[in-house]
């Protein structure tokens, strides 16, 4: 069956079931491959994206649930948020085998974009759903906190 997905501000069209999951159509249809595929369930997070303004596990989402929301991936991940996650992750030196980042950072962003003042326990609920097998738990947390602190010196100084 066809679909069109919008995917990273590119619009595709696939012939492909309805319930394939997307997290096959962006790796093996459109090579993106920095969305990971991990425990396939929905339970580790490695396999986060944006639909939408929601983080979801891609590797439970049919195509044909997607509907005409935008896609967006590691690959696209663009703003102030990703911008200071990114430094965060870096100066707090977050990524190990690396292999969860790309869906922790979805995730991360994903908060940050709703709270910029996340405590603890909205990092904790927030990330819950991503695992991290080398558990850089801490440094996730520590780097949220910094990524919140940039983005708040930022609007005061605007």
């Known amino acids: 069956m066809p679909y069109t997905l919008r995917v990273n501000g590119n619009v595709h069209q696939f012939d492909i079931d309805a319930d394939t999951p997307l997290l096959w159509v962006l790796r093996d249809q459109l090579r993106l491959t920095g969305t990971k595929y991990g425990c396939g369930v929905a339970q580790c997070g490695a396999c986060t994206v944006l639909v939408g303004d ?3 596990r891609s590797c439970t989402v049919q195509v044909s649930n ?3 929301k935008a896609v967006t991936t590691i690959e696209q991940l663009e703003g ?4 200071a996650v990114r430094r965060a992750w870096i100066n707090h030196n ?3 085998c690396g292999y969860c980042q790309s869906g922790q950072v979805v995730s991360a962003v994903t908060l940050l974009k709703e709270n910029r003042r996340p405590t603890d326990r909205d990092i904790d609920l927030a990330m819950a759903g991503n695992i991290c097998r080398c558990a850089t738990y801490t440094r996730i947390r520590a780097a949220m906190h910094d990524a919140a602190r940039t983005l708040q010196s930022k ?4």
């Open 66 to 68: 997607v509907g005409d």
């Open 155 to 158: 609007r005061r100084s605007a």
């Open 94 to 96: 977050v990524p190990q």
């Open 80 to 83: 102030p948020e990703a911008a």
């Open 54 to 56: 929601r983080a979801v």
